[in-house]
């Protein structure tokens, strides 16, 4: 089992940042290698998927309306992934969820977090 924590959310105003953390627990997460993703669900859309990241760190994903102004990153030492949002817009404004997967082709997201709302004001 994996057991994962979101914090960091709050309520800014657009042009603002913020850095939400992803910590995770579990004795399988100390032995597996796991992908990790940031999602966000904003109110009356599909959640989607904000950015990635490989066990490693080597390997990143970002959606279009994120790249240039978010960034994702992790400290295996920590079992912490972070998303630092830079020039927030208040189309970014929901609820952010952290997932990890094994690092294999196919793979689902299994394990979720509880998700941290990030509010963007104009």
């Known amino acids: 089992q994996v057991h994962l924590v979101e914090s960091g959310g709050g309520l800014v105003q657009a042009g603002d940042s913020l850095r939400l953390s992803c910590a995770a627990s579990?004795?399988?997460?100390?032995?597996?290698?796991?992908?990790v993703g940031w999602f966000r669900q904003a109110p009356g859309k599909e959640r989607e998927m904000v950015a990635s990241?490989?066990?490693?760190?080597?390997?990143?994903y970002y959606t279009d309306s994120v790249k240039g102004r978010f960034t994702i990153s992790r400290d295996n030492a920590k079992n912490t992934v972070y998303l630092q949002m830079n020039s927030l817009k208040p189309e970014d404004t929901g609820v952010y969820h952290c997932?990890?997967?094994?690092?294999?082709?196919?793979?689902?997201?299994?394990?979720w977090g509880q998700g941290t709302q990030v509010t963007v004001s104009s």
């Open positions: 997932a990890c997967r094994p690092q294999t082709v196919g793979a689902p997201y299994d394990y």
């Open positions: 579990g004795r399988t997460f100390s032995s597996t290698y796991y992908a």
């Open positions: 990241i490989s066990w490693n760190g080597a390997s990143t």
